[in-house]
Every structure is written in C-alpha cells, then in structure tokens.
C-alpha cells in the first residue's frame, strides 16, 4: 500500500486548505485512516482519523483541531480528506495521512499504523 498526501501550502491566519491523501496498492483491505502533524521540535501529534465498514464510517478528532477541521472519505476509492478551516499559526506543521488494515482501537497512536505517507507541508503564517 502506498499513500500520496498533497495540498500542504502557506496560508494565512484564518485561512483554508484542503489536504488529501490518495492510496495505491493492495488497498481493499484498508479500514482506518489518519492524519497526523509534527511540528519542529515536537512529537508527531494525532489529528483526526476516520474508520469504515461497507459504506459506513466514523470520525475522530484531537483536541487541538475539533470544530475546525473535518476528515472525509471517497467510500470508492479510498481517498481521505482534511478539510482544514479557521488555521492558527500553530497548526503550522509537515502533515502525514497513515493507513492501516487493522480493527484499529487506539487510532490516536502513531504505532497503530503500518503504512505512511511522505506529508505534506502547512505553514500558517501570523
């Protein structure tokens, strides 16, 4: 499995940006998955996270970014995406979308995911 993130970009405070994250490969196994960020200096940082069966799926969200972004999914083609609203400068960070094909329990957990994309820059400025 293979993943592509793109739509990282500079922004200004206020600002939005929609960030996805394609899959490729051996991916009808597929059942959750996750945007995590680390900024300079700090721990990769859990995001949001969206988890499916059939045509059914549930979201989960950090703290950090509750109200202001949402995470989305093409049901057909295994696309996820991070439609980011109302950035902060401190949501600045390289953003990562990571897969598993795991019943993931802890989806907060960078460990839970086998498989990672190369991020995606987001630079929010003041």
């Known amino acids: 499995v293979q993943l592509q993130a793109s739509g990282g970009g500079l922004v200004q405070s206020g600002g939005s940006l929609r960030l996805s994250c394609e899959t490729s490969g051996r991916t009808e196994r597929l059942n959750t998955m996750a945007w995590f960020r680390q900024a300079p200096g700090k721990e990769r940082e859990f995001v949001a996270a969206?988890?499916?069966?059939?045509?059914?799926?549930?979201?989960y969200y950090g703290d950090a970014v509750k109200g202001r972004l949402t995470v989305s999914k093409i049901n057909a083609a295994n696309t996820v995406y991070l439609q980011m609203n109302s950035l902060k400068p401190e949501d600045t960070a390289v953003y990562y979308c990571?897969?598993?094909?795991?019943?993931?329990?802890?989806?907060?957990?960078?460990?839970?995911?086998?498989?990672w994309g190369q991020g995606t820059l987001v630079t929010v400025s003041s």
């Open positions: 990571a897969a598993d094909v795991e019943a993931i329990i802890e989806y907060h957990m960078p460990r839970e995911y086998r498989y």
């Open positions: 969206v988890r499916w069966s059939g045509i059914r799926y549930m979201t």
